[in-house]
């Protein structure tokens, strides 16, 4: 009974840590898009000032792609706890499945036609369908095509870095209307086409790597890693990961600010996947037991996808012109710290809403129409 007490807390404290760090690392990259010219290529982004190029260089070297990599396998291990739920429920798997990739699918949609054309949520419902074909595979296989999937897109991934930035100056100048002088109907109309066009190369770039982290996730639940922070392979990705990937990372958002952009911006896309396999080890050796205050803050940070949206709803107003108007009025330093702010509300906000809610507000609709229909 008493062993049981003592492992009880990381079967349901790892999850919250990779949660929590996860949205911090997606928003302080996001707002890089929401505060400032998405149609900036990713090479040579505009820096005003030292602060710009110190603040893009920590964001690049420490969260691009890293986090997004964290949040890729938290679905996986989503899955296999729905599995989990479905089986001690006596609910038809399939069903309840294809329910809630129907409902990220939704969201997603909604999400970035209204919000943020970065959206990753509809990559999620249509890699996540092809997730459900592997749901049967032993842990082994879903290893070794995770780890497969994640070296091809570091190969294929800089590829994006390298192509040419052919955009409109037709659209450039609508982005300024819509989103300086525009009230939010304009606005979402230009997120609506820049989603249009970015939706097919973020599914072919982002999508695979995607699948990779999927399949991990849900190898870590069948194997009971996720059950266990202190499995011997979370301390391996710790001993052999992380410190290479952050290094490498490091140098090469370097590179990528004061020296060779395209080299750089390559060098730190490509190693990403490794650097999160360190950040796994790191988060593992850190998800211990909490306070009461950390414990509220962990709980909050399992509404990730309320926490998520509405990074996404506040933020576009803040900056945008129907909202306070600062899209590009502020240096990079500023806008990263009001998004870090923003997620510290939310926290704060679905804190107090689960005293009374087991889940945000995008999670029970969610869970709304994942259920339609099986109970």
Excluded at 109 to 134: E, K, N, Q, R, W
């Amino acid at each position: 009974m008493t062993q049981t007490m003592q492992r009880q807390p990381d079967r349901a404290l790892l999850p919250d840590y990779l949660r929590l760090i996860a949205l911090f690392g997606i928003v302080v990259v996001n707002v890089q898009y929401i505060a400032f010219s998405v149609f900036e290529s990713i090479a040579t982004p505009t820096v005003q000032s030292q602060t710009d190029a110190v603040t893009l260089f920590l964001v690049h070297g420490l969260a691009l792609l890293k986090t997004y990599g964290l949040f890729s396998f938290m679905f996986g291990v989503g899955l296999g706890f729905l599995m989990r739920a479905s089986e001690r429920r006596g609910l038809p798997f399939g069903k309840v499945y294809r329910n809630r990739m129907i409902g990220l699918l939704l969201l997603g949609l909604a999400h970035g036609l209204l919000f943020f054309p970065g959206d990753i949520l509809v990559i999620y419902a249509v890699t996540g369908s092809i997730l459900y074909l592997f749901r049967n595979w032993t842990v082994q296989r879903l290893v070794r095509v995770g780890a497969a999937l994640l070296i091809v897109q570091a190969i294929i991934i800089p590829v994006l870095v390298f192509m040419p930035d052919d955009t409109p100056a037709e659209f450039v100048q609508f982005e300024q209307i819509a989103l300086i002088d525009g009230g939010f109907l304009k606005a979402a109309i230009f997120r609506s086409i820049g989603f249009a066009f970015s939706l097919p190369v973020f599914l072919v770039f982002q999508g695979i790597s995607a699948l990779g982290w999927f399949c991990l996730g849900l190898a870590a639940v069948k194997s009971g890693m996720i059950d266990n922070a202190e499995h011997p392979l979370w301390r391996r990705a710790r001993r052999l990961c992380l410190l290479p990937g952050v290094v490498l990372s490091l140098l090469g958002a370097a590179i990528w600010q004061w020296g060779a952009p395209l080299p750089g911006a390559a060098l730190t896309t490509s190693i990403a996947p490794l650097a999160t396999l360190g950040y796994l080890g790191l988060i593992a050796a850190i998800a211990r037991p909490p306070g009461p205050l950390v414990a509220r803050v962990l709980r909050a940070g399992g509404s990730s996808l309320s926490i998520y949206l509405g990074q996404s709803i506040i933020l576009t107003t803040i900056f945008a012109g129907y909202g306070f108007g600062l899209w590009n009025q502020v240096d990079r330093m500023t806008a990263t710290l009001i998004a870090i702010g923003v997620t510290v509300l939310l926290i704060g906000a679905l804190s107090i809403w689960r005293l009374w809610f087991r889940q945000g507000p995008f999670e029970l609709l969610l869970r709304r129409i994942t259920y339609a229909g099986t109970v």
